[in-house]
T-cell receptor, first 112, second 112 residues
Framework: ETGVTQTPRHLVMGMTNKKSLKCEQH?????MYWYKQSAKKPLELMFV???????ENNSVPSRFSPECPNSSHLFLHLHTLQPEDSALYLC???????????FGPGTRLLVL | DQQVKQNSPSLSVQEGRISILNCDYT??????FLWYKKYPAEGPTFLIS?????DKNEDGRFTVFLNKSAKHLSLHIVPSQPGDSAVYFC???????????FGTGTSLTVIP
């Protein structure tokens, strides 16, 4: 596998479920990001990790919980989500914080 | 408040003609700009970038122009090809910052 991969590609969950999104980058990058893409809205940055340390939390509700065990893996743990959280969740990585980001294919999430 | 705006949600162009995608920004501190291209069911792919010390950057069929006084950038694709049909996002950042700010995207359709 090359580049940035995300699993699952599609997820349907109820409001009481707990699920996790996984991102893995094979590029040797040090920074990783979670973005949310809702219809007709700009990409919204959610979290930034640099060398496994969280450097940015963009006022994201606590029902989204990120985890970065190492520079290659990033998780987004989801619990008690709301229907308005339905969106495309994109992971990205970059060599360093100020550098071009490379995106994964995204996870399409539907909350019922 | 949206700091990066793409006011045209869609654009249709005949194959072989020029496609011009526009982007405006409000933050005069932005000094690094990128264009991403996104196909359905895929993550955004980096296309071309420009820093504020330049007013033009060219890569094959793609040229980005930056007008700092107008806080405006544009992406020119010439000649346009059907494979260029995608959603194009512009993004901006302060080069020393953590965050890229994305526009809402312009959907380009190149008609054969």
């Amino acid at each position: 596998e090359t580049g940035v991969t995300q699993t699952p590609r599609h997820l349907v969950m109820g409001m009481t479920n707990k699920k996790s999104l996984k991102c893995e980058q094979h590029l040797g990058h040090n920074a990783m990001y979670w973005y949310k893409q809702s219809a007709k809205k700009p990409l919204e940055l959610m979290f930034v990790y640099n060398f496994k340390e969280q450097t940015e939390n963009n006022s994201v509700p606590s029902r989204f919980s990120p985890e970065c065990p190492n520079s290659s893996h990033l998780f987004l743990h989801l619990h008690t989500l709301q229907p308005e959280d339905s969106a495309l969740y994109l992971c990205a990585s970059s060599p360093g914080l100020e550098e071009t980001q490379y995106f994964g294919p995204g996870t399409r999430l539907l909350v019922l | 408040d949206q700091q990066v705006k793409q006011n045209s949600p869609s654009l249709s162009v005949q194959e072989g003609r020029i496609s011009i995608l526009n982007c405006d920004y409000t933050n005069s501190m932005f000094d690094y700009f990128l264009w991403y291209k996104k196909y359905p069911a895929e993550g955004p792919t980096f296309l071309i970038s420009i820093s504020s010390i330049k007013d033009k950057n060219e890569d094959g069929r793609f040229t980005v122009f930056l007008n700092k006084s107008a806080k405006h950038l544009s992406l020119h694709i010439v000649p346009s090809q059907p494979g260029d049909s995608a959603v194009y996002f512009c993004a901006a950042s302060v080069i020393t910052g953590n965050q890229f700010y994305f526009g809402t995207g312009t959907s380009l359709t190149v008609i054969p």
